[in-house]
């Protein structure tokens, strides 16, 4: 089978993690426990304080915390190659090492865009290199993403890419969109979609309502997005073919992948903290880190983004890491760039906004921040005996601010910086190394 | 109050206090020497990164006009076209020790970010589609001049209001001098949620009787080649004033400069009712009281040799 995840080489680990709160969304695992992992896998578990740990074990004491299967980030940026001085394959996978994942999926939109096996085999180096979490590669559906011409799907597939997309660019063309289902028939691999019509959304800077309205700021209309979707349904359907939808922002976007889900489509869709947290009125005071695309929408659009993640029509929470530099950032709004980092916050901004308030359930946090992998045919991550070990320890009470001691991303830019959340990742094992422990943790625990 | 940078920044008794004092500023414009040193010593900044010719030109002479030093500098021809970023041009005016910036920019919300890169007093001269605070004060001052009120009073602003920040503006002082606002123009140029300001919309000008003041906004020929209205021609037919839609008593007002035979006919242009000039004189009055009210008083910036005693808050006519 082709290897389609890549991190760099790590000793396996053995860790006694014991006395902590098991959970497990996907089995029925739910209550205080210890978990032996030797050599990268899950060897045993058993009652809190059941477990003796072999001499070459590290022991951490899990009392007071959650041991929640790692999550899988199925859209990210690490800006490799070409925009390394945002972020590069190391600084990205240590910052989804640190916000719990065990793996992510790096987006093509670099310079130049991932559109051929000879930079998909290069990316992989890279990645075997660098990487702490292992690391997959969505190439591009359009050569150079200029919404022409497929890539080479077929030799791509085979170099290892996990599916492919524009991300960051709609396929424009549904001649294009259609050509790229057909292929899938060769070659597998989900099309992940960045849903939006140029035609309606030119000029925009965010979501067109009210605050854009009074900011006298182009908007960038839901329908841009939602008629997208219809579109892109219809064409999945007629050609048997599966699409992902990504950062799902708009009501009728959501009413768009419901219709098309129960039409028995082969289609998932994925929504990301930002939209799940924040709205357009929190754009007022023109803040370049809340400046993303799709943009944050209304009161509205966000409840029902929420109600779709709660009924299962959104499958899974995808942050959409898109670090950038102070100079892309510190501009004026319009002229800003998209995207908010993600990464380092989005269990503990989801948790704290919506799980603490009783807004969705701690378990459906946990499977939706890991479900990403099951949408791109990946091993999910689980915590039972055999598995390789990818489960993050969480102590829920401890309160950080974001920001405060700075960031494992190369980028600043976060739509979340300077609020205080609740949830704090003390240790993050994926594929079987240690690929994170929080530093005071560390100290103690040693 | 350190800076303007909307409308939202004044209540309506800060508005009646600038439209006050811009009133006894008009009194030195009538005077042979036209000229106080309120500011005497202070350092004014133009820093225009877009054409304008009436805005810049009264801040400048608002500012000589209270005695202050001004320094224009305009984005054509610097080093901004060299590639210098808006905060590094700001850092570098700001070095020269200035006790206000004029910003005007293509860019929404330029004046608010240059605020927070610089110690000194920031208006807004116009910032992308968004607003352009001293314009709506002008054409407050201009009204009420002549209407003594604008309680209870009826205005229409007609035309492009997607693409105007004089509209932004205007809507929000006049709402809060306790008028009622409406604004009209063909949909494709009235943006979605505008009621949210505090106005009516009306995309016809059937009852554009029912209006105390008409104003009409500038129609831009690059919205043409976006084809936001069908032709130039359909665009004046709907939505162009002229005297067979003006009754007598109606005001006319511009923000300039004018598209004749596009949004103003020439027969209203000239006619008494337009008010279009007397708005012009009151740029500068209004921008000296503007001036006036953010620097007199304050602290002089470190580059300034000024009159550091003045802190009375009435003008110091000479």
Known sequence: MTQRLFRAPAPEATVLVSGAHLLDPRGDLDGPGDVLIRAGVIAEIGAPGGLTAPPEAERVNGTGRHLLPAFFDPHVHLRAPGQEHKEDVETGTRAAAAGGFCGVVAMPNTDPPLDSAPLLLALRETARRDARVPVGFMPCISRGMEGEQLTDMVELREAGALGFTDDGRPVVSSGLMRKALQYQRLCGGVLALHEEDPALSAGGSMHEGEVSARLGIGGIPSISESTMIARDAALAAYEGGRIHIQHVSAWESVTAVAAAKAAGTQITAEASPHHLLLTDEDVRELDTRRKMNPPLRTERDRQAVIDALRSGVIDCIATDHAPHHRDDKDVPFEQAAFGTTGLETAFSSLYTELVLPGVLGLARLVQALSEGARVLDLTVPRIEVGAAANCCLIDLQASWQVGEAGYESRAENSAFAGSTVSGRVLLTLADGIVAYRERAFALTAA | ?318
């Open chain 2, 1 to 318: 109050m350190k800076n303007l940078l909307s409308i939202n920044d004044l209540d309506r008794p800060a508005i009646e206090r600038i439209v006050q004092r811009a009133a006894s500023f008009a009194e030195v414009s009538d005077r042979e020497i036209k000229k106080v040193p309120a500011l005497r010593g202070r350092l004014v900044v133009n820093l225009f990164y877009e054409a304008s010719t009436r805005t810049r030109s009264s801040f400048e002479l608002a500012a000589k006009r209270l005695s202050a030093d001004v320094l224009n500098f305009a984005a054509s021809g610097s080093s901004v076209e060299k590639g210098e970023s808006l905060r590094d041009t700001v850092a570098t005016l700001s070095a020269y020790g200035p006790d206000a910036l004029v910003v005007r920019s293509p860019d929404v919300g330029a004046a608010a970010l240059v605020a927070g890169w610089t110690q000194a007093a920031v208006i807004n001269a116009g910032d992308g589609t968004h607003e352009h605070p001293t314009q709506a004060l002008l054409d407050v001052y201009t009204l009420l001049q002549r209407l003594g009120s604008l309680e209870d009073r009826t205005i229409w602003i007609v035309g492009d209001v997607l693409h105007s920040r004089v509209a932004r503006s205007n809507v929000l002082a006049f709402t809060k001098l306790g008028a009622r606002v409406t604004v009209c123009g063909p949909p494709t140029l009235i943006p979605r949620g505008i009621e949210s300001l505090g106005c009516t919309v009306r995309y016809d000008l059937d009852d554009l009787r029912e209006a105390d003041v008409v104003y009409a906004l500038r129609m831009q020929n690059e919205r043409m080649r976006s084809a936001f209205v069908p032709s130039l021609r359909e665009y004046a037919a709907g939505y162009q004033i002229g005297a067979r839609r003006l009754t007598p008593r109606q005001l006319l007002m511009h923000p300039g400069p004018v598209n004749r035979g596009v949004e103003l006919a020439s027969d209203v242009v000239d006619s008494a009712q337009a008010l279009i000039t007397t708005q012009v004189q009151a740029g500068v009055v209004v921008r000296m009281a503007v001036l006036y009210e953010l620097l007199a008083g304050t602290r002089s910036g470190p580059g300034a040799h000024g009159d550091r005693s003045l802190t009375s808050t009435e003008p110091q006519l000479a």
